[in-house]
């Protein structure tokens, strides 16, 4: 079975700095796929990054980016310039490559942007 | 693109009620859908996996006959919380995946979520 584990529950940065919330998964597969979810006070999950673990080069979308250290079986995410906006809960995932999409939540991180 | 509402957003019920929960994908058909269960500041439990046309997977723990799961179309699945009590309020999200995309990286789509309040 897949685990997926955030280690950070809480986490807090000055608007417009940097933070890195990390992510560590323990599998046995060799392919798989990696998300970042964030889930804003209204409850909605929202995609921010997704990850391809057949790919070396690190994922970004414009103010997110990943460190993806597939040997050490983990998936760590950047955000830089935070803003407002950014407040909300953090959720890792991990899904096998198979047929059935089924994903695998991390405990969550808390971040709070601070102004 | 890829819109998955979920109805209704917030439910408040006495207990011994059965509550149905519709997810529903409004601009793409759906292989699969998954329902969630979420706890006050704690992560999404995946409580089943439904699949069109046949009989939804449960994860282990969860009580089917509490949790009657029905997909009917590739638009559509429902979640009946079956005789409800206070110990299954919640926070209940469902997720959908386009139709065509499976074995491949594409992600959940979410609804909004949920909550269920049983008195």
């Known amino acids: 079975a897949q685990t997926v584990t955030q280690s950070q529950p809480e986490m807090s940065v000055q608007e417009a700095e940097t933070v890195t919330l990390s992510c560590t998964y323990d599998?046995?597969?060799?392919?798989?796929?990696l998300f970042w979810y964030k889930q804003p006070p209204s409850r909605q999950m929202i995609l921010v990054i997704r990850q391809e673990a057949y790919k070396q080069q690190n994922a970004t979308e414009n103010r997110f980016s990943v460190n993806f250290q597939k040997a050490a079986k983990s998936f760590s995410l950047k955000i830089s310039d935070s803003q407002l906006g950014d407040t909300a809960m953090y959720f890792c995932a991990f899904m096998k490559r198979g047929n059935n999409n089924d994903m695998r939540f991390g405990a969550g991180t808390r971040l709070t942007v601070k102004p | 693109g890829a819109v998955v509402s979920q109805h209704p957003s917030r439910v408040i019920c006495k207990s011994g009620t059965s509550v149905k929960i519709e997810c529903r994908s409004l601009d793409f058909q759906a292989t699969t859908m998954f329902w969630y269960r979420q706890f006050p500041k704690q992560s999404l439990m995946l409580m089943a996996t439904?699949?069109?046309?046949?009989?939804?997977?449960?994860e282990q723990g969860v009580e089917k006959d509490k949790f009657l799961i029905n997909h009917a179309s590739l638009t559509l699945s429902t979640l009946t919380v079956t005789s409800a009590h206070p110990e299954d309020s919640s926070f209940y999200i469902c997720s959908a995946v386009i139709l065509g995309t499976r074995a491949t990286n594409q992600p959940q789509h979410f609804g909004d979520g949920t909550r269920l309040s049983i008195l």
């Open positions: 439904s699949n069109e046309g046949s009989k939804a997977t449960y």
């Open positions: 599998t046995s597969e060799s392919n798989y796929y």
